[in-house]
Nanobody, 116 residues
């Protein structure tokens, strides 16, 4: 069955960087788009980045507040999606989840805290 395991979160100072990973199993990873969502404390979950299926040349989407700071990518050989987060801000704090748009499945997420 579908399984997504997020990792790479932690505590980082403003301006710092983190790289989140999403290890996928139970389905043919390469043929599905992947999204990263964020749920900040007291706020609704929001889509922050997405990447289409395929390999090199996949199209990407970014929510306005993360454009130029976050980069989504995928390694189909490793069945893994990534979210490189640079110039982190306190408003980036939250639980980050990866998700396949086609499946009604959420992993446990990984916590990101941006604080001095």
């Amino acid at each position: 069955q579908v399984r997504l395991v997020e990792s790479g979160g932690g505590l980082v100072q403003p301006g710092g960087s983190l790289r989140l990973s999403c290890a996928a199993s139970g389905f043919t990873f390469s043929i599905y788009a992947m999204n990263w969502y964020r749920q900040a404390p007291g706020r609704e979950r929001e889509l922050v980045a997405g990447i289409s299926s395929g390999g090199t040349g996949s199209s990407t989407y970014y929510e306005d507040s993360v454009k130029g700071r976050f980069t989504i990518s995928r390694d189909n050989a490793k069945n893994t999606a990534y979210l490189q987060m640079n110039s982190l801000e306190p408003d980036d704090t939250g639980v980050y989840h990866c998700k396949v748009p086609n499946f009604d499945y959420w992993g446990q997420g990984t916590h990101v805290t941006v604080s001095s």
